[in-house]
């Protein structure tokens, strides 16, 4: 399974953003895919993932409320819409993708066999 995540940029705070993970091979649809992100100093961490066999969503508390993931399976491509963004959301953000999932462990990045090279979203007046 090969990703390619886009949308990354530079917004100001209170500003939206989405962000895009196209993925090619493997089975799209059996996939579950997730949102990490990384600031500068600090470990990796979940931001927000998708199970592909009911389409349930998980998030960080940190982003509850106003992230949106979602996907499309005919466009194999994994969207995180991002709102009323602040400057503690500043991170590289990855995609990520998992064929086979423990529900209790959708949280840890080390479920994720798949990773996308990462956008970067700066939130700066």
């Known amino acids: 399974v090969q990703l390619q995540a886009s949308g990354g940029g530079l917004v100001q705070p209170g500003g939206s953003l989405r962000l895009s993970c196209a993925a090619s091979?493997?089975?799209?649809?059996?996939?579950?895919m997730a949102w990490f992100r990384q600031a500068p100093g600090k470990e990796r961490e979940f931001v927000a993932a998708?199970?592909?066999?009911?389409?349930?969503?998980h998030y960080a508390d940190s982003v509850k409320g106003r992230f949106t993931i979602s996907r499309d399976n005919a466009k194999t491509t994994v969207y995180l819409q991002m709102n009323n963004i602040n400057p503690e959301d500043t991170a590289v953000y990855y995609c990520?993708?998992?064929?086979?999932?423990?529900?209790?462990?959708?949280?840890?990045?080390?479920?994720?066999?798949?990773w996308g090279q990462g956008t970067q979203v700066t939130v700066s007046s």
């Open positions: 990520a993708a998992a064929s086979g999932m423990i529900l209790s462990s959708i949280r840890l990045r080390e479920q994720y066999a798949y």
């Open positions: 091979g493997g089975t799209f649809s059996r996939l579950t």
């Open positions: 998708i199970r592909g066999t009911t389409g349930t969503t």
